[in-house]
C-alpha cells in the first residue's frame, strides 16, 4: 500500500483549517470558564461566546440574538422540528423522503406520534419543487421541513421558491442548511423561518450545531436547564469550538466564491475523466447540484467493494448508505429517488473540499478505472486461461 492518500469525503466531515486550529488552540488557553459563572474567569469566555455570535451574525446579516447555539445539527434540527412546528396536540408538516437522518427520522417519530407528516416525492430529480409543496399545503399544514442541499446527492432544493410560499402562507419554514455553507452561493432567504448549519463541515472543531432563527420566532425547547442560549437550549457551551466555528464561517463567506469556483471545475473534470475511460458511470440526481459533490454509480460493480479498494489504493470516498450489523443497506436516499437497488448498491459517493487539488483527483481518478476495470479483466484472464 503507499503512502498517498486523497481524501474524497468532505461532506462527511472536513479537515480543522489550520487558522481555525490556531485560534482554538488560542481559546483553550484562556477561554476554558463556565461563560455562566460570575467571576472574571467566566465573564471572560462570555465575552469570546458573546463576539463568536456577533461574529455569525454579521456574516448573516442578522442580529446576535437570532444565532442560537446546540452541541449539534441533529440536536438544532430535532429541536426545531418539535419546537417550531408541533403546537398543540397535532402537527401537520411537508417534507420529503430524502431529507438527511436528522430530519427523516423525527419526521418518522412524529407520525409514529400521530402526527400527519407529508413526504412528498423527488423522482431522479432529487429535490422537492416549489409546486409539490403549494399543492401539499392544507389549512392544517403547521410546517415545512427541507434540506438546501441533498449531502448525498448534492442536489439543491430550490429554497427560495419554498421560502416565497412559505411566507405568503405564514407557514414556519424549517431549512437543513448543512450541506450548503462554502459549496454553493448563500442567501438567507425572506420565509425562511428557521436554517441550521453545523461545524465539522465547514473545517470547524466538532461539537457545533447553530440555528439562524428568523426575528419574532418562538420554539419551545427541547432540553431544558439553566437556560442558556437565550432558554433555547441549556447546558454550557462550547465556548472554544464556537469560537473556532465563527472564524470557519468568516473565512467560508470571504472565501466563497474562489473555492466554489475551484471545486466546481474539479468535480466536473472528475466526472468527464471517468465517464469518458468507464461506459458503466452514471451519475445519481438529475437536478443541479452544488460545487462539490459527485454521487456516482458504476453499474454492474460492488459499491462496497470498490470503496474497500479504493481505501487499500489511498482514495476515501463514502457509500451513502448506512451499515448496520454488517450487512449494508442500500441507499434510502436512492431507492427514494426512484432508482433500483442495484444502482444504488453500485454508487459511491464523491465529496470535494477546499484542499482538493488536480494532482489529487488524476490519482483518485486512475485509482477508480484501475479498480473497476479490474473485476472484467480478471474475468477475462480466467476464461482464457480456461482453455
Known amino acids: 500500500m503507499g503512502s498517498t492518500r486523497v481524501y474524497l469525503d468532505f461532506n462527511a466531515a472536513t479537515p480543522i483549517d489550520p487558522r481555525v486550529r490556531e485560534e482554538y488552540n488560542k481559546i483553550l488557553e484562556r477561554g476554558w470558564a463556565n461563560s455562566s459563572s460570575t467571576h472574571q474567569e467566566g465573564q471572560k469566555a462570555k465575552a469570546i461566546l458573546a463576539e463568536a455570535r456577533a461574529r455569525i451574525a454579521s456574516c448573516f446579516s442578522v442580529r446576535p440574538k437570532q444565532v442560537i447555539f446546540f452541541s449539534t445539527a441533529t440536536e438544532a434540527l430535532n429541536t426545531l422540528l418539535r419546537g417550531l412546528f408541533v403546537r398543540g396536540s397535532h402537527a401537520s408538516i411537508i417534507t420529503s423522503p430524502v431529507e438527511h437522518a436528522a430530519v427523516y427520522e423525527p419526521c418518522k417519530r412524529l407520525e409514529q406520534e400521530g402526527h400527519d407528516i407529508h413526504f412528498l416525492p423527488v423522482g431522479t430529480f432529487g429535490a422537492v419543487r416549489p409546486e409539490q409543496v403549494l399543492e401539499a399545503m392544507t389549512p392544517a399544514t403547521t410546517g415545512i421541513a427541507l434540506m438546501s442541499v441533498n449531502n448525498e446527492t448534492g442536489v439543491m432544493t430550490d429554497i427560495e421558491g419554498v421560502a416565497a410560499i412559505a411566507a405568503a402562507n405564514k407557514i414556519p419554514l424549517l431549512v437543513d442548511g448543512v450541506a450548503q ?124 467493494d470498490l470503496l474497500i479498494q479504493l481505501d487499500l489504493a489511498g482514495v476515501a470516498a463514502s457509500l451513502g448508505a448506512a451499515c448496520s450489523a454488517g450487512a449494508l443497506e442500500p441507499s434510502r436516499i436512492l431507492l427514494m429517488m426512484g432508482y433500483p437497488t442495484a444502482r444504488s448498491r453500485s454508487s459511491l459517493r464523491f465529496s470535494l473540499g477546499k484542499q482538493t487539488t488536480k494532482e489529487g483527483i488524476d490519482y483518485a481518478v486512475n485509482a477508480i478505472v484501475k479498480n473497476v476495470m479490474a473485476p472484467k479483466q480478471l474475468q477475462e484472464e480466467w476464461s482464457a486461461n480456461k482453455k
Do not use: W
Not at 212 to 232: A, D, K, S
Open 181 to 304: 455553507l462554502g459549496k454553493a452561493p448563500f442567501t438567507l432567504f425572506q420565509g425562511v423561518s428557521a436554517i441550521v448549519f453545523c461545524s465539522p463541515k465547514i473545517y470547524a472543531p466538532v461539537g457545533v450545531g447553530f440555528a439562524i432563527l428568523n426575528t419574532g420566532i418562538t420554539i419551545q425547547p427541547l432540553v431544558y436547564g439553566g437556560g442558556q442560549e437565550f432558554g433555547l437550549r441549556s447546558g454550557s457551551e462550547n465556548v472554544a469550538a464556537i469560537h473556532a466555528t465563527s472564524i470557519a464561517v468568516e473565512l467560508l463567506f470571504r472565501e466563497a466564491s474562489e473555492s466554489i469556483a475551484s471545486m466546481t471545475a474539479l468535480r466536473d473534470y472528475f466526472e468527464k475523466r471517468l465517464m469518458d475511460a468507464l461506459p458503466c458511470v452514471r451519475i445519481n440526481g438529475d437536478g443541479p447540484r452544488v460545487s462539490n459533490t459527485s454521487n456516482i454509480a458504476f453499474e454492474g460493480i460492488s459499491g462496497e
